[in-house]
């Protein structure tokens, strides 16, 4: 990979900084604009259904308009929203606007991941790691950023530092996009397709786990006693998940993708069957830190393997995903409710490990529906 690849790749992982901590700013900032939980609340679930809707959308346009347009638009219009929002007060409005900026959220992820076969295609399953480790990245430093506008600033400020940071990046990423030909993408139900069914369903399954953990995690730490330190255990899983993806990256699988696809699927189950085990936060530190090895490798093949199934339309199929994920993240959140008031930890995390035995056992039950690469 050269380094124009390499940059790339990090700005527009960059510019993902306000959409992945979105869900943290908006509730911040919804407390301080309404004064409401609940109504912060229901702003975070306007934006997350505007993206939920949006995604597919924006995803398709990338092929035919050209990567840089579709971009420079989203993302002008989104900065737009976001800055209004830090400005909004009142219920209605703010979650008006919440709406707003997930339906203009930019197709930057759709984006990066599609491109990457043309960037790459020598070194295609390193690239998609270092995709992986740096959106990790994202996450790990994300919540730190946002904390200490908020402490020293408010959370208004954190808002419009996180969303000019990402534009910045957005905008240094744009300029490094190559000028690839449009095209029509071909034509056909993408949703038809075998292996469509199999990557979302168990996609799907993936972020009932994800939005159960986010849930579960504070519960946790709560009922040790120690509700501070969530985001300590946050933090130490997904430095699991950014080594993981590193030894991706330095040392590609020789096994097929299915394969590996499904084998790190069922590593991540078998690794989560210990998170009902801890009592401690330092326990829960060294248990989720090994549950988080298998994460960003299995994201990695997982991109690949779209990218091989939907060719020229994988842009819009990541789209397609995002929404996915929406739903799943909001499931396993309303379910790891109840029983994280109710148990804490321990039992509670038995969900995760059923989210994640129901994506392996997709997985392997329609294995040859993958491409077998």
Known sequence: MNIRALV?????????????MRPLLVTLTGVEATGSFAAAGLAGAAAAVGTAIAAPLWARTLPSSGDRRVLVLSGTVFTAAQLALAAAHGPA?????????????????????????RLAKSHLTRAYAVNSVALETVYIG???????????????????????TGAAGLAVGVALVPAFPRS????GRLLNDPAVHTLGAAYLAYWVCMGAMWVLVPAFAEHAGAAGQSGLLVAVWSAGSLAGGLALAVRPPRAAQR???TLLLGALALTSLPLALPGTIAAMAVVIAVFGLALAPWLAV?????AAT??????ELYGWLTTLGQVGSAAGSAMAGPVGDRYGGGPAFLLV???????????????RTLPGA
């Open 93 to 117: 409005l703010f979650t008006g606007l919440a709406a707003a900026s997930g339906l203009v959220t930019p197709p930057v992820s759709a984006s990066v991941r599609a491109m990457l076969p």
């Open 353 to 367: 490990s059923a989210a994640l035995v129901i994506a392996a056992g997709i997985a392997v039950t329609r294995r």
């Open 8 to 20: 790339l790749i990090g700005c527009l992982n960059l510019a993902q900084l306000p959409i992945a």
């Open 310 to 315: 939907a060719d020229d339309r994988s842009g």
């Open 142 to 164: 994300g919540p730190l950023w946002v904390s200490g506008w908020a402490a020293l600033a408010g959370p208004a400020a954190a808002l419009v530092a996180t969303t000019l």
């Open 302 to 306: 997982h991109d690949q393997l779209v």
């Open 184 to 187: 029509r993408p071909r034509r």
């Open 259 to 261: 394969t590996s696809y």
